[in-house]
């Protein structure tokens, strides 16, 4: 089996009557009639470009070593962004297609390639940002969700310094924690709950809030700085009781590292289709493992990389929870073709149909095109 060709597809998605949400798909062709599709998350106006360069190292070759041919484009990128950014997150789209693709060259799901499956379904948490938090919450729960994340930092909070500091006033502090107070009390206790910082503050106004949280029980707390500095994250972490979580500004294992050998956090979210894909976030989910850190995956993507990612958080003991960043889209189900809905009762139930499980709804995506706009190119 070779590869022939790879076309790419790049849609803004209409929800609400407005253009929202940019998907970025990549297809895979073989000679024996099959493809697989994958896609990638953040990247910029290059993606394509990169895409197609990395294309030309995958013509001629077998689409089942997918390690092998993911490890042989990235370093030949040693020099052009290899270890993290727009070329990692490029080269993601092309690993999760040719996974989809040698599953269906073998009959399988991926899930099944990749080691087995620990659990049948999937577990979800609703990613809430600033919504009204008890008709959220008893919205989500009423679906079957039993976890639930909420915004907290507020670039525009009138007691702020300014614009550019990100330390916190007592005002800002004081009123700030009184709102995840409010979201803990509509959630109620039962619920799993995470609330995010986007790795706005400085180390102290971290902490601060770290500590000020300890007896909401959270899930986790986000971020609560920028991802560049270890050793700061390591000191927030090792100061509360508060469990900390972060990585999905974190590319490939090696991006891990540090985080996990100084057990730096207490919980990791790397990107899937961002960070390196299905295969590396595996070895990073199974190096997180070594230190009992549970793995939590940040997902911001539309429904086919969603059900990838489950793939992945299938076939590894220390999964905790996946995010579902697309609550309010109506649009979200429309992306993919499955035979049963994607979620169910708050989760992911994983099929035994080969390679990923889902197609895109190719129909929907063509009709978000301008007319006569082919969708791959």
């Given at each position: 089996m070779k590869i022939t060709d790879v076309k790419t597809a790049e849609v803004r998605v209409q929800a609400n009557g407005q253009p929202r949400y940019l998907y970025h798909y990549v297809r895979i062709h073989a000679d024996e009639g099959i493809?697989?599709?994958?896609?990638?998350?953040?990247?910029?106006?290059?993606?394509?470009?990169?895409?197609q360069s990395?294309?030309?190292?995958?013509?001629?070759?077998?689409?089942?070593d997918v390690d092998a041919l993911f490890e042989g484009i990235r370093r030949s990128y040693i020099f052009r962004g290899g270890m993290s950014g727009l070329a990692i997150s490029a080269l993601t789209g092309l690993e999760v297609a040719l996974w989809d693709l040698a599953g269906k060259a073998q009959g399988t799901p991926v899930y099944r390639l990749l080691g087995g499956k620990f659990r049948d379904r999937v577990r979800l948490y609703v990613d809430s940002a600033h919504s009204d938090y008890k008709r959220r919450a008893e919205d989500a729960r009423a679906k079957g969700f039993n976890a639930i994340k909420f915004d907290l930092d507020d670039p525009g909070h009138p007691e702020k310094l300014d614009p550019w500091n990100w330390s916190v006033t007592p005002a800002e502090l004081a009123?700030?924690?009184?709102?995840?107070?409010?979201?803990?009390?509509?959630?109620g206790p039962q619920m799993d709950l995470a609330i995010d910082l986007h790795g706005r503050y400085d180390a102290t106004a971290g902490m601060k809030f770290a500590h000020a949280l300890e007896g909401l029980n959270l899930m986790w707390l986000e971020?609560?700085?920028?991802?560049?500095?270890?050793?700061?994250?390591?000191?927030?972490?090792?100061?509360?009781?508060?469990?900390?979580?972060?990585?999905e500004n974190a590319y490939l294992r090696y991006g891990f590292r540090?985080?996990?050998?100084?057990?730096?956090?207490d919980i990791i979210m790397p990107d899937i289709s961002k960070c390196g894909g299905l295969s590396e976030c595996r070895k990073i989910a199974n190096m997180a493992e070594t230190y009992y850190i549970p793995f939590a995956p940040h997902n911001n993507s539309s429904a086919l990389s969603t059900v990838a990612d489950a793939h992945?958080?299938?076939?590894?003991?220390?999964?905790?929870?996946?995010?579902?960043?697309?609550?309010?889209?109506?649009?979200?189900?429309?992306?993919?073709l499955s035979d049963e809905?994607?979620?169910?009762?708050?989760?992911?139930?994983?099929?035994?149909?080969?390679?990923?499980?889902?197609?895109?709804?190719?129909?929907?995506?063509?009709s978000m095109l301008e007319d006569g706009e082919p969708l791959w190119q």
């Amino acid at each position: 089996m070779k590869i022939t060709d790879v076309k790419t597809a790049e849609v803004r998605v209409q929800a609400n009557g407005q253009p929202r949400y940019l998907y970025h798909y990549v297809r895979i062709h073989a000679d024996e009639g099959i493809y697989g599709t994958g896609e990638a998350s953040h990247v910029d106006g290059g993606w394509r470009g990169s895409t197609q360069s990395m294309a030309a190292q995958l013509i001629g070759k077998d689409p089942r070593d997918v390690d092998a041919l993911f490890e042989g484009i990235r370093r030949s990128y040693i020099f052009r962004g290899g270890m993290s950014g727009l070329a990692i997150s490029a080269l993601t789209g092309l690993e999760v297609a040719l996974w989809d693709l040698a599953g269906k060259a073998q009959g399988t799901p991926v899930y099944r390639l990749l080691g087995g499956k620990f659990r049948d379904r999937v577990r979800l948490y609703v990613d809430s940002a600033h919504s009204d938090y008890k008709r959220r919450a008893e919205d989500a729960r009423a679906k079957g969700f039993n976890a639930i994340k909420f915004d907290l930092d507020d670039p525009g909070h009138p007691e702020k310094l300014d614009p550019w500091n990100w330390s916190v006033t007592p005002a800002e502090l004081a009123d700030l924690v009184d709102q995840a107070h409010q979201i803990r009390e509509a959630v109620g206790p039962q619920m799993d709950l995470a609330i995010d910082l986007h790795g706005r503050y400085d180390a102290t106004a971290g902490m601060k809030f770290a500590h000020a949280l300890e007896g909401l029980n959270l899930m986790w707390l986000e971020e609560p700085v920028p991802p560049e500095n270890i050793d700061a994250l390591k000191r927030i972490t090792d100061s509360t009781r508060t469990p900390i979580c972060a990585g999905e500004n974190a590319y490939l294992r090696y991006g891990f590292r540090d985080m996990l050998e100084q057990q730096a956090v207490d919980i990791i979210m790397p990107d899937i289709s961002k960070c390196g894909g299905l295969s590396e976030c595996r070895k990073i989910a199974n190096m997180a493992e070594t230190y009992y850190i549970p793995f939590a995956p940040h997902n911001n993507s539309s429904a086919l990389s969603t059900v990838a990612d489950a793939h992945v958080c299938a076939s590894v003991p220390n999964f905790l929870a996946l995010e579902f960043h697309r609550y309010d889209d109506p649009t979200w189900s429309e992306v993919v073709l499955s035979d049963e809905p994607v979620i169910q009762e708050g989760h992911i139930v994983l099929s035994e149909k080969p390679g990923l499980g889902v197609e895109l709804n190719e129909a929907f995506l063509q009709s978000m095109l301008e007319d006569g706009e082919p969708l791959w190119q």
